[in-house]
């Protein structure tokens, strides 16, 4: 049912069905799996977006998404920024830090978009935002180390 | 089986059994719950220690604690570190910045501890370390905003 | 020589000759003006961009910009960039965050600029990115606060 | 009048004389020398200590203490702390970061304390906290890169 790329860190594999048909995902990371799945693709123009929709398992006491949830979609989504940069390298993340701006409430379809600011080496910094049904919920950079030439 | 008190936030409940009976915990926030849930306790210093057992279902797809996992949990000892700050008042996190140390395995006890580095305001800053079995693992550092009096 | 803006923090003023004449600046800020001082003016498409001319009394030991010479452009920049959010209220610097991507030699056109990516309320998230000659030097972004209303 | 150490960096110099006589600073760095100078010493602890005296030229407009001088003196700061880490090796800042949570008025005492979180490899890891006459006012933390063995 699914395609995948096999790796020591899971398998990227391309979702079949459902609202994310076509999307990439990581099979095989147990804490990514269990808080997302997280999905990503390489957009029209190069770039790449990753999204999942927001469900109640998402959510704070409150009953908005925890920031928890948010930096771990941001830490999901830096690697997918820097697909290109990383060519297949793994990497490990240094630093992530966010910036709240705004809530995300159950059944809002969350995106995550950057840039890489620098790569080409082995420190590869990048920056993004999260969107809520297209509201800035979380403003977010972070450094990535690569760690292995495939 | 426990003894919780309610708010509009979910309820902070005592462990009645287990590695972290005696330990309090927020019943109701379900990303978190589904995440540790983690723990908290006042120490007889008056500080604030936060914990949990790592699991498999912690891990990334390498075998170590996820990122986001570790800054799930750093949300979640923003707030008891900042208790006496808050004195029951509600708070959002504003942000929230983490520096990855090392790696933590399944079956380690992670631990956070830090300090109200500026109180009293409606503005509250915090850091604080998280320990794998007391070996560094992330230093984090966020700001929370104070919402809400009782 | 210049037409200036009075204020409790200072003169906003016109710069009348040079580089960077009709550029604004804050007259009244000993570490700024010693440090730049830094200009900034509003672009066609409402945009703010900050700028200055690097000088060897900015560079570091090694001969590139000092780290504490970018951020200080960037704390400037912040409130470039929320000028408009701000409309003239005064305000103070929660947060401030710099990736450090590049060096930047004597000679270069420094240059800064950014986006409001929450503001509104009292509590205004900025990101930017500083470049020398174009290229990439520092990603930041910064958290203010609106401490009075004109 | 001073005993230096020679370096493509600059020379590490003994101060002879004034309120910081016998503590070490960095002669050949224009910005750090223009904006402080700062300067660090060892304290019988084994911690190292950065601290400066604090003048009217390091104000903002509003009488209190830049923020781009905090975080000036906190990016010297992280070196200090470093200085068992780094062993003499050259290093480049990655990340700063600064929670700003109090002001420092002209003649006081701004000093700054931390730790290394994470030393031995090439990444070092800092925090440290910015005090004026004993009362907290930046929170920082630094990713430091070392980039050459002496």
Redesign the interface.
Known sequence: MSEAVE????ALTVMQEGEFAGWRF?Q?????T??GPFFFRREDDGSYVSAFRAE???????GF?????L???A??ALFAIATDALAGD?A???????????PISAGALVEARGEV??GGGK?I?V?G?VTGDGQ?AL?F?G?I?RISRR
């Open positions: 790796s020591s860190y899971g990581w095989g990371d147990p804490f990514e269990r808080s109640p398992r998402h959510m704070n006491g409150g998404m925890h920031g928890g949830c930096m771990t979609f830490d999901f793994h490990v993340t240094l630093n992530l830090s966010g910036d709240f701006l705004g600011t620098r420190t910094f920056r935002l800035p403003s950079s450094i180390r």
